[in-house]
T-cell receptor, first 113, second 110 residues
């Protein structure tokens, strides 16, 4: 298996623009997670899905952030409008079942100017 | 969620064993102890997890104190590729929310 796939790997955009990050989980994994990592706040869980349904979005910072999972093999994290403080590395992870090891993707480094 | 305390940084010589401690004195009886590590410029990587007894896998060993208020991740022979930030994470049975603290940055000296 190729592992968790994220795209793009790097994104540079200007404040106010819409940003869409993409994730393909490992086939057969029922859980998908979105994390954000910054120097100030470390690694934070934003939202996670089970069988394509959002279960816990309490980590989503504000209404500018939204996440979808239209099918078992694809998820998006959208920021609209983006702000410089959104600059971070965004990781996607998946796992086949609860309390199991999570497999992380390589991350998307987002820079908002 | 249980709080964890880990040293900010540790050093080890290459090919020597490394013991990475973690205090989790508020852990509940059903929390598993998970360890992840993050190599430079990569996503976190699962290392090992356990509940009560010591655990071994190809990457490391996990020693859990009898009272479960602390645990130690053991790398038997550190290599340069083991240089990473190591996170100790208590996780409730059936839960999925991994809360990463600040972790321990391990430096391996050639």
């Amino acid at each position: 298996d190729a592992g968790v796939i994220q795209s793009p790997r790097h994104e540079v955009t200007e404040m106010g623009q819409e940003v869409t990050l993409r994730c393909k989980p490992i086939s057969g994994h029922d859980y998908l997670f979105w994390y954000r990592q910054t120097m100030m706040r470390g690694l934070e869980l934003l939202i996670y899905f089970n069988n394509n349904v959002p279960i816990d979005d309490s980590g989503m910072p504000e209404d500018r952030f939204s996440a979808k999972m239209p099918n078992a093999s694809f998820s998006t994290l959208k920021i609209q409008p983006s702000e410089p403080r959104d600059s971070a590395v965004y990781f996607c992870a998946s796992t086949p079942r609860r309390n199991n090891e999570q497999f992380f993707g390589p991350g998307t480094r987002l820079t908002v100017l | 969620d249980a709080k964890t305390t880990q040293p900010n940084s540790m050093e080890s010589n290459e090919e020597e064993p490394v013991h990475l401690p973690c205090n989790h004195s508020t852990i509940s009886g059903t929390d598993y102890i998970h360890w992840y590590r993050q190599l430079p410029s990569q996503g976190p990587e699962y290392v090992i997890h356990g509940l009560t007894s010591n655990v071994n896998n190809r990457m490391a060993s996990l020693a859990i104190a009898e009272d479960r208020k602390s645990s130690t991740l053991i790398l038997h022979r550190a290599t340069l590729r083991d240089a990473a930030v190591y996170y100790c994470i208590p996780l409730q049975t059936g839960a999925n929310n991994l809360f990463f603290g600040t972790g321990t940055r391990l430096t391996v000296i050639p």
